[in-house]
């Protein structure tokens, strides 16, 4: 099993700048791909941005492509999402996910491991 624990999240304006951070513990060599995926209220959950743990292979969705950066810590086993320019539209609850398989997917489905969520709410 793998273990993941968000932090981070927060009360910002719009135009603001939250990191999020994501512990991981546990059989941390089952995953080797991290995601982070966001849920806003009334909607599904969906795919932000995914990483290697050696930080060679990243991936964004459209929504913050250029506003977002993902990056991996391995020696600390921690994951981060540096969330710049925020819009009232990027609230909701985020969510990382930790996959086995060395390929980014994009689909909830595709990730075998979750942390309980952080929720981040940008006024306007």
């Known amino acids: 099993q793998v273990q993941l624990v968000e932090s981070g999240g927060g009360l910002v304006q719009a135009g603001g700048s939250l990191r999020l951070s994501c512990a991981a513990s546990?059989?941390?060599?089952?995953?080797?791909?991290m995601g982070w995926f966001r849920q806003a209220p009334g909607k599904e959950r969906e795919f932000v941005a995914a990483?290697?743990?050696?930080?060679?292979?990243?991936r964004y969705s459209s929504s913050v492509k250029d506003r977002f950066t993902i990056s991996s810590d391995n020696a600390k086993k921690t994951v981060y999402l540096q969330m710049n320019s925020l819009k009232p539209e990027d609230t909701a609850v985020y969510y990382c996910?930790?996959?086995?398989?060395?390929?980014?997917?994009?689909?909830?489905?595709?990730?075998?491991?979750w942390g309980q969520g952080t929720q981040v709410t940008v006024s306007s």
């Open positions: 546990g059989r941390t060599f089952s995953s080797n791909i």
């Open positions: 996910a930790a996959r086995q398989s060395v390929f980014i997917q994009l689909e909830v489905t595709d990730y075998d491991y």
């Open positions: 990483i290697s743990w050696s930080g060679d292979t990243t």
